[in-house]
């Protein structure tokens, strides 16, 4: 089914974090009037929100970027369940039989990406097929590569609110993309979704020395 200029344009956001007219326009192809009629219905509506920011002479530029009932168009995987279960379990078996499921889901999520990036050395075919493989499972992935840093940046988390409940799957996540890119590489989280952040970032250093 064809996606409508707003889906189109929450979409774009999701991706770019923030966006001015002229770029919204060259990306949908459209006149830089209807961009902007757009986004000023749609600001209306909650799903966008805007910023103005003067640059030198000249007026200043006013940049969109989705905002929380926008984002909420983006779908979080079976969420009130799946909450409704991470409590049923802490209330019912504790605290450690919840750290032993993420643990097993952990686990499993590594063996399955494992196989999949099997036989990719170098650290662009890893991250490659990362990408890849969280994007297929909903999570919108990109990276990126600024100096000598490597960037993998997740742009939608499906399991928002599971992991909102519980960040025992935010640090099972850490590891394994820390096991995954190898030791020679640092991995830390610098921006994080549950921590009002627009996407998931993680930054990717070759160790010191090395």
């Known amino acids: 089914m064809k996606k409508s200029i707003s889906d189109r344009i929450l979409l774009f956001l999701k991706m770019k974090g923030e966006a001015e007219v002229a770029a919204l326009s060259e990306e949908l192809q459209m006149t830089k009037e209807g961009i902007r009629q757009q986004l000023l219905k749609m600001v209306e ?5 805007s910023r103005t920011q003067s640059k030198g002479v000249g007026r200043p530029i006013t940049y969109y970027a989705i905002a929380e009932k926008g984002t909420a168009r983006f779908p979080d995987s079976h969420a009130e369940v799946t909450v409704q279960l991470l409590q049923s379990v802490k209330k019912l078996l504790g605290e450690n039989a919840l750290d032993l499921l993420i643990s ?7 063996q399955r990406y494992e196989t999949a990036m099997a036989g990719m050395d170098s650290i662009d075919q890893r991250l490659d097929k990362l990408s890849q493989i969280r994007s297929e499972e909903g999570y919108m992935a990109t990276w990126k590569k600024e100096n000598e840093e490597y960037f993998l940046v997740e742009n939608h988390c499906p399991i928002c609110a599971a992991a909102t409940e519980c960040q025992g799957f935010c640090r099972a996540e850490l590891k394994n993309f820390q096991q ?10 610098v921006q994080h979704i549950i921590s009002d952040g627009q996407r998931c970032v ?9």
């Open 202 to 210: 993680y930054r990717i250093r070759e160790k010191a020395g090395r």
């Open 45 to 49: 509506e909650g799903l966008v929100s």
């Open 180 to 189: 995954l890119i190898g030791q020679d590489f640092d991995v830390d989280r």
């Open 104 to 110: 097993e889901r952990e686990k499993q999520t590594l």
